[in-house]
């Protein structure tokens, strides 16, 4: 397989397209992880009115970013940050989905959604260093604060309106439907 080379104009002129490409396409496919992980835990809070429930969904959707999240920037600077991606993301859509499927049954336990919440923290620890890379090398040096500004901003909006927006499809569907 023979690899193409551009040129540092070439880079500078046609950077903005596959960018903003992989930026939005990450931006939704985030708001859309932040809305299921806070509609679950709040699924979990409606359901059975306990705060050691509501505690514990809470930290096992945590625990794996927080514990393993400095040791796995390290490996994912080591590996294609594509795949990483791709993997995380898909993996995180087939516990999704598997988890609607149990929904969809009628055999959803709170356990269920432990694991559920387990898989997707682990795979947004995967997910999360390889984004924040790889948006930085596809940018100009240049445009870098642009780029982490624009990174900040998303995680912001993310952080302050993916939790409501889970918490009234909740309201005005079902949990499969929104995990769906």
Do not use: C
């Not at 992980?37 to 959707?61: C, D, K, N, P, Y």
């Amino acid at each position: 397989m023979k690899i193409q080379t551009i040129s540092s104009e070439e880079f500078l002129l046609h950077w903005k397209p596959k960018f903003f490409a992989i930026f939005i396409g990450q931006a939704f496919s985030l708001f859309g992880s932040s809305l299921v992980q806070f509609a679950l835990v709040w699924h979990l809070t409606r359901e059975t009115g306990s705060a050691t429930v509501l505690a514990t969904a809470t930290l096992i959707a945590m625990l794996p970013q927080i514990v393993l999240g400095p040791f796995i920037g390290a490996l994912v600077d080591r590996w294609n940050r594509r795949v990483v991606m791709i993997v995380a993301d898909g993996s995180i859509a087939l516990t999704t989905l598997a988890l609607a499927g149990i929904f969809w049954m009628g055999t959803a336990q709170i356990w269920h959604i432990y694991i559920v919440l387990l898989l997707r923290s682990l795979g947004g620890a995967f997910h999360a260093p390889a984004m924040s890379a790889s948006t930085s090398l596809m940018a100009p040096k240049e445009q870098l604060s642009r780029v982490a500004g624009a990174r900040q901003t998303l995680q912001g909006l993310i952080m302050t309106v993916a939790p409501p927006t889970g918490a009234v499809l909740l309201e005005l569907t079902n949990t499969q439907s929104v995990l769906a």
